[in-house]
């Protein structure tokens, strides 16, 4: 079983950065599938950006040329840089990954994008 730990969410102004962390308790190099979803208020979880194993990444229109998802796999962790931020980016950012047919998911962290 993947555990996995999001750390680097807070407060922002937009047009502010962040980057996201997500830790897992094994090594990545064996994962089908990595990725960045989140969940606005009163919204449902979407997806925000996938990278597969050979490295083909995926994101949201609403985030193309702002995010971007990278890994190191000798720290088993995931990122997503976050520029230009805007308050529509507000949300609870989970990270996820596919492992032998089977979805592992974080806890999540929050990023809040606020004048």
């Known amino acids: 079983q993947v555990q996995l730990v999001e750390s680097g969410g807070g407060l922002v102004r937009p047009g502010g950065s962040l980057r996201l962390s997500c830790v897992a308790s094994?090594?990545?190099?064996?994962?089908?599938?990595m990725g960045w979803y989140r969940q606005g208020p009163g919204k449902q979880r979407e997806q925000v950006t996938i990278?597969?194993?050979?490295?083909?990444?995926i994101y949201a229109d609403s985030v193309k040329g702002r995010f971007t998802i990278s890994r190191d796999n000798d720290k088993k962790t995931v990122y997503l840089q976050m520029n230009s931020l805007k308050p529509e980016d507000t949300g609870v950012y989970y990270c996820?990954?596919?492992?032998?047919?089977?979805?592992?998911w974080g806890k999540g962290t929050l990023v809040t994008v606020s004048s």
């Open positions: 990278m597969t194993s050979s490295d083909d990444t």
């Open positions: 094994e090594s990545i190099l064996g994962i089908n599938l």
């Open positions: 996820k990954v596919l492992k032998r047919g089977i979805d592992y």
